[in-house]
């Protein structure tokens, strides 16, 4: 009969480990399988282990990518490091280099402002030291004591040898313009047109017409015969070439001038239809040298010449001139070739000139004549001048002098002035 079995009962399974705190908060996993022999057992093959997939839902903080979720980025790929905000990254992660920086931006931006301010400085000096550097000087100034205000000489030359003019008859220059413009210390400015054929006594020459202190002494001669009628010490004196009118007439794009009737006169070249009419430098030196169809004669030619330079004037202080330097080119070019001045006048001076001319040609202003006394005077020898009153002048003249006359036309045509 066969013995008892010696063969011992197979072992009871261990129980299966209780979930851990972790695989409760990331969901449970399948418990892992172990086979267990006793001693003498064979062995059959290596334990082997059965684990899950973990879900992307349930794997900790720490395999999550960088910046997602509430876990923090590995330090190699924490934003924002080792690169400016706001800066590109390479693949690598590593700092791109920005082409043009905000820094840069600014560096050049600050050049071009620099630059920009230089020119705006530069190119005005520029041009005043240019234009101040054509300029031509003459001596003309006498050195008498001076009078209260600032008075300037104007004469207009023309020249017979330059070709503007046509006369032959008379030779060298004369002066068809003579206008003293002075400025008192208080009171309105005012600009006085001197008849050329005014009688006048010529230093070292007698009585004689104005213009031809002109012809004997040059700009000297009238500036003491023009003293010494006046009662007035001339600052500055300014000659314009009648030739330069015409150029600077066509820089600033010819000028608005008018007369109220018509002409057709050979010895000026002057056809006018009666109206205003925008003149070119050709009909506006014509305009200025017309006489002899003008009823008023020289006066109305002193009228028409003080129209003329208070249009240029007018034109050459527009706005529209500072932003066109090709203009301001033209006109300083066509302006020093027309200009001499006394010795010590400067473009600065020219400018205080100009502003004064405006002012006296304007409402607050006083323009026109010297009082006068006849228009045909005949003191024998030098055919018919004009006569100044004798009576009134003394007084006209301490009134410009002192700034004491009311703005507005004076002189003129005796009986209609």
């Known amino acids: 009969m066969p013995g008892p079995s010696t063969q011992r009962p197979p072992a009871p399974r261990p129980p299966a480990p209780p979930a851990t705190a972790a695989g409760a908060t990331h969901g449970a996993r399948t418990p892992v399988r172990r086979t267990s022999r006793q001693p003498g057992e064979p062995t059959a093959g290596p334990p082997t282990a059965t684990l899950p997939a973990v879900p992307r ?51 050049r931006a600050a ?12 190119w005005p000096i520029g041009l005043a030291l240019w234009a101040n550097g054509r300029i031509e000087h003459v001596a003309a100034l006498s050195g008498a004591a001076g009078t209260p205000g600032t008075t300037y000489l104007l004469a207009g030359s023309d020249s017979r040898e330059d070709g503007v003019v046509i006369d032959t008859e008379t030779t060298g220059a004369r ?57 007035l010490t001339v600052d500055h004196y300014v000659e314009i070439g009648f030739g330069g009118v015409q150029g600077v007439v066509d820089s600033v794009g010819g000028v608005e001038l008018c007369l109220d009737y018509d002409v057709n006169e050979p010895l000026s070249g002057l056809i006018w ?128 002098t002192a700034g004491t006359l009311p703005p507005g036309p004076v002189g003129g045509v005796p009986g209609l002035g």
């Open 111 to 122: 050049v071009v402002v620099t630059l920009v301010v230089a020119l705006l400085l530069s």
């Open 273 to 400: 239809t009666a109206g205003c009419h925008v003149s070119d430098g050709v009909t506006a030196l014509a305009f200025a040298r017309m006489r002899y169809a003008d009823p008023e004669g020289d006066i109305g030619r002193a009228r028409r010449q003080q129209q003329l330079i208070a249009a240029i004037t007018g034109k050459v202080t527009e706005p529209s001139l500072l932003v066109n330097p090709g203009q301001q080119v033209k006109l300083v070019r066509a302006g020093t070739n027309a200009l001499a001045v006394s010795d010590g006048t400067g473009l600065l001076d020219l400018g205080r000139l100009a502003l004064a001319f405006r002012s006296a040609t304007g409402p607050g202003g006083i323009t026109g004549t010297p009082p006068i006394a006849s228009l045909d005077y005949e003191p024998g020898g030098i055919g018919m001048a004009v006569l100044l009153d004798a009576d009134l002048t003394p007084a006209f003249w301490a009134g410009i």
């Open 57 to 107: 839902s349930s794997r900790p903080p720490s395999a999550t990518r960088p910046g997602a979720g509430s876990g923090a980025a590995p330090p190699s790929v924490r934003p924002g490091a080792g690169r400016p905000p706001g800066g590109p990254t390479t693949p690598a992660g590593g700092t791109a280099l920005l082409p043009r920086s905000r820094a840069s931006r600014r560096r």
């Open 175 to 231: 002066t068809d313009t003579i206008m003293l413009l002075h400025v008192p210390p208080s009171g309105p400015a005012a600009l006085i047109s001197l008849p050329r054929d005014t009688y006048a006594e010529i230093p070292g020459y007698g009585g004689e017409k104005l213009n031809a202190s002109f012809a004997y002494g040059g700009p000297p001669l009238l500036v003491a015969t023009v003293e010494q009628l006046s009662g």
